[in-house]
């Protein structure tokens, strides 16, 4: 798959690399050793020795193997001046004073020319990459900190970490974890990054696909090339490893014919790895039965509705593979959650209040379908347009979806006036203003919410901020004081 080509960013990684150079952790090698299996006809330079791998001109150093990922006559010539002893490039061979090495994919290969020069340190780490998909940020701080119950030392690598294409900043990173004593680093792998090559010579232990749809967009000029991407990482996965994937998920069938590593599966498919069925929820936790290959048991999560469930089945189901006992990682995951989107607001009855911290118009779908369930009375719903930021389109698909999935529709939003945009395109969405109530500041919506509820009706606070939480439970008691009073 062709790489976009993109400048690379400088990093900061301490004496092992600096701007986009990788210095030789053995020292200076020869070059044919260090280009096996990537160039064979590179034995021509084996007396050629270099001491590190840059990817930049403004990184050389005397005696470095420049990979041209932009090359021309100009920046090649400039290397050279600069003391590189060797050219790797694309393009056709240029007649110049030092090897020249060509290869059919200069980024791939300078990735896996860091992952050697950095002494390959995603070898003697537990590696796991996470398959951006619905959920998956909850599922790699579940993930640590169920494996941290149980003693194994980890580190979550995050996206926003990676820098520009290629896999320098991930190699530094793991050789850092590495020499601080880390057993396992959790990667955020957004199939964009894939794309650019920023897991490229990164060998990975497991890798969890949670929630991955099929769909366009994050860069990609359709919905295949940005399944592929993922695909491409799965592929190379080698014998011992695993994949975690949805069973209920469509997705996950092309998988089995596309790794060598073992897939093992979450969810309420009879043939499952780890098999799930609910017993009991209510508005504060889910009772599931749980059978499978790691074992058999029940165990309460402090999580609500589907959506919520599957990252931390996701989770456990890694942890298991890893060795993790099942019960033990239940149990450890019956303490997570802090880390719930939909949660309950603890208020007496009759006040049946759920907040979701989550902001997407996916996850405000997946609430309103999750607690649509929980009563056959009115649901309730106190929402705003979403921030300056938000596309129109993006405003648009919320108001459809609060239309589907809401019965009483009250918006707020202190942030924006009603003249704003975001506003302007929310009500575009609606096809009809029967059941949309707007307010200018939110205490007052949240109020509204509280006086409407009837009964067994619930009331859905959107975008739950933390001082929401301290404003309806203010409002409670203070008509709990005036009704005392009277």
Wanted: overall charge neutral; hydrophobic content about 45%.
């Amino acid at each position: 798959m062709r790489r976009e080509r993109e400048e690379l960013t400088s990093v900061k990684v301490g004496a092992t690399a600096s701007l986009n150079r990788c210095a030789l952790s053995e020292g200076r090698v020869e070059l044919a050793e260090l280009l096996r299996g990537l160039a064979p006809k590179a034995n021509a330079a084996a007396a050629v020795r270099v001491g590190g791998v840059s990817g930049s001109i403004g990184s050389i150093e005397p005696g470095d193997l420049y990979v041209a990922l932009e090359p021309t006559l100009d920046t090649i010539r400039t290397a050279i001046q600069r003391g590189a002893a060797a050219i790797m490039a694309e393009g056709p061979h240029t007649p110049v004073e030092v090897p020249y090495v060509r290869v059919p994919d200069a980024l791939r290969a300078f990735c896996h020319l860091v992952d050697r020069a950095s002494g390959r340190p995603s070898a003697a780490l537990e590696v796991i990459g996470l398959l951006r998909g619905e959920g998956c940020r909850r599922v790699a701080t579940m993930l640590e900190r169920i494996l941290r119950s149980g003693g194994r030392v980890c580190e979550s690598i995050p996206a926003r970490a990676l820098g520009g294409p290629g896999s320098l900043e991930v190699q530094t990173h793991l050789a850092e974890a590495r020499s601080s004593g880390v057993r396992a680093a959790i990667l955020d792998c957004r199939p964009a990054d894939v794309a650019m090559g920023r897991f490229e010579g990164v060998r990975l232990r497991a890798a969890v696909v949670c929630g991955l749809q099929p769909r366009p967009g994050q860069g990609f000029r359709s919905a295949e090339a940005m399944l592929e991407s993922c695909l491409d990482v799965i592929r190379g996965m080698p014998h011992g490893s695993v994949v975690i994937a949805d069973a209920d998920d469509p997705v996950t069938e092309l998988m089995f014919g596309e790794t060598r590593a073992e897939v093992l599966t979450f969810g309420t498919d009879r043939q499952a790895t780890l098999r799930t069925r609910v017993l009991r929820a209510d508005d504060h936790s889910t009772r599931l039965a749980v059978s499978g290959s790691f074992g058999v048991g029940e165990f309460t999560l402090p999580f609500l509705g589907e959506s919520e469930l599957k990252p931390v089945l996701a989770a456990v189901t890694l942890a298991a593979a890893m060795g993790t006992p099942l019960s033990a990682a239940f149990q450890a995951a019956a303490g997570l959650g802090d880390l719930a989107g939909l949660r309950p607001i603890l208020l007496p009855r009759p006040y049946r209040v759920f907040g979701d911290s989550r902001r997407s118009v996916r996850a405000l779908a997946q609430s309103l379908a999750t607690l649509r369930g929980m009563t056959q009375r009115t649901l309730h719903v106190v929402a705003a347009p979403r921030t300056r930021s938000a596309s129109i389109r993006e405003a648009e698909q919320r108001a459809r979806t609060l239309e589907e999935g809401a019965d009483d529709i009250i918006l707020t939003s202190e942030q924006e006036g009603p003249d704003s945009t975001a506003w302007a395109a929310l009500f575009r969405g609606f096809s009809n203003f029967e059941r949309v109530r707007l307010w200018e500041h939110r205490a007052q919506a949240l109020e509204a919410g509280l006086e409407a509820l009837r009964g067994d009706d619930v009331l859905l606070i959107a975008g739950l901020e933390p001082e929401d939480e301290r404003a309806l439970k203010a409002w409670f008691l203070r008509g709990l004081c005036e009704g005392l009073a009277s």
